[in-house]
């Protein structure tokens, strides 16, 4: 089911769900890929929700592509990170489970669209701005630190 969370959320408002997303760490030598997201003006990895139907795997290509340009490989699996809650700007509420790969890029170009995508631009692992969220801090932490297999 395409936009899945639009429809949840049409039944449910703004109360707190489990979403599920899958998110990419799209890293070249040392540097790391980051997204300025639309919805929170602030820095954090390229992903999104994983619609029914669709793998974690087939959701961080689709969402990476769409968010960045870039086609990738997945590397690896950097952890599964679950014990986090979210406020969207919107006021909806989710406790958030999410997939972080690690990637590389296969072809493709940045593409910047202005609205879900305001910026892109790879950063030295140590010298990442603050993400917009624990969960993808948590996330640049273990990336950084060279873990994976994380579960949180």
């Known amino acids: 089911?395409?936009?899945?969370?639009?429809?949840?959320?049409?039944?449910?408002?703004?109360?707190?769900?489990?979403?599920?997303?899958?998110?990419?760490?799209?890293?070249?030598?040392?540097?790391?890929?980051?997204q300025r997201r639309g919805d929170h003006d602030a820095w954090g990895f390229p992903g999104g929700a994983i619609e029914l139907g669709e793998s974690a795997e087939?959701?961080?290509?689709?969402?990476?592509?769409?968010?960045?340009?870039?086609?990738?490989?997945?590397?690896?699996?950097l952890g599964v990170y679950t014990k986090y809650m979210h406020t969207y700007p919107n006021g909806d509420?989710?406790?958030?489970?999410?997939?972080?790969f690690r990637c590389t890029p296969v072809g493709g170009g940045l593409r910047v669209d202005g609205e879900e995508t305001l910026d892109l631009r790879?950063?030295?692992?140590?010298?990442?701005?603050?993400?917009?969220?624990?969960?993808h801090r948590d996330a640049l932490d273990d990336l950084a630190g060279g873990r994976r297999g994380v579960f949180r």
């Open 93 to 100: 509420v989710a406790q958030t489970l999410a997939v972080f």
């Open 58 to 77: 087939e959701a961080v290509l689709r969402e990476v592509g769409e968010e960045t340009g870039l086609r990738v490989k997945i590397e690896t699996m």
């Open 122 to 135: 790879y950063f030295p692992l140590e010298q990442a701005p603050r993400l917009f969220n624990q969960q």
């Open 1 to 34: 089911m395409a936009d899945y969370i639009s429809w949840l959320r049409s039944r449910v408002g703004n109360d707190p769900v489990q979403l599920n997303f899958a998110a990419g760490c799209v890293c070249v030598d040392d540097s790391v890929l980051l």
